[in-house]
C-alpha cells in the first residue's frame, strides 16, 4: 500500500518513510518463520520449508524492483506488470505454504480453536487471490494461468466454506 501511495504522490515523504519501514518489518518476519525464533517454531515439514524458501526468493526479487521502482521514478506499465506479477509469485507461494500449516493442524487436531481459526483465515486470504486473478485477467496479464487459478481459488474456497460449515470429513 505505502508503494503505491509513493507513486501515486499520496504524502511521499511519509510514504516512503512508512514503505521502507513496512519493507524492513516484513523482512524481519519472514526471516523468523523460515528460522524460528523464540516462540515462532522453525517450519514443521521440510515441504513447508521448501516453499518459504521459494516465498523467500519472490520477497527478494519483488523487494528490489520496488525499490528500483521508487528510486527510478519508473511508474510504467511494464513495471507495474512486474511489480505485481512477482507480488502474487510471492503471494502464492506464502499462501501455499499457510495451506499445508492449515492441513497439517487439521490432521493433527481438528477440533482445536486455533485450527479452525486458520481456516477462516485462508478464507480471507483466498477471496484476495481471486481478486488479484481476477485484475490480471482483465488486465490481460498471463490469462490461461490465471483464469485456472482464479478456479483453483473458488474451488478451494468452497471447500473450506463447507468445512467451516460441516467439520471435516475423516
Known sequence: ????????????????????????DATASFRKTLKGYDS???????????????AWNQWELLETEMRLSLDTNDNSFNTLSKIMTLSKAADTYLNSAAEQYVLSSLAAQPDLAS????????????LQRMLVEVLFLRMGID????????????AAFELSHWELLKGRRR
Not at 504522490?9 to 524492513?24: C, H, K, N, P, T
Not at 517450519?43 to 518459504?52: K, M
Not at 490469462?143 to 473458488?154: D, R
Request: charged residues 15%.
Open 115 to 126: 485450527v479452525i481459526w486458520g481456516v477462516s483465515q485462508r478464507q480471507t486470504n483466498l
Open 1 to 24: 500500500r505505502m508503494y503505491l501511495q509513493v507513486i501515486k504522490g499520496v504524502d511521499v515523504q511519509e510514504s516512503r518513510i512508512a514503505f521502507v519501514l513496512a519493507v524492513g
Open 143 to 154: 490469462v490461461e494461468t490465471n483464469k485456472a487459478g482464479f478456479q483453483q481459488s473458488v
Open 40 to 54: 515462532i517454531p522453525a517450519p514443521p515439514t521440510q515441504a513447508i520449508a521448501n516453499v518459504l524458501l521459494q
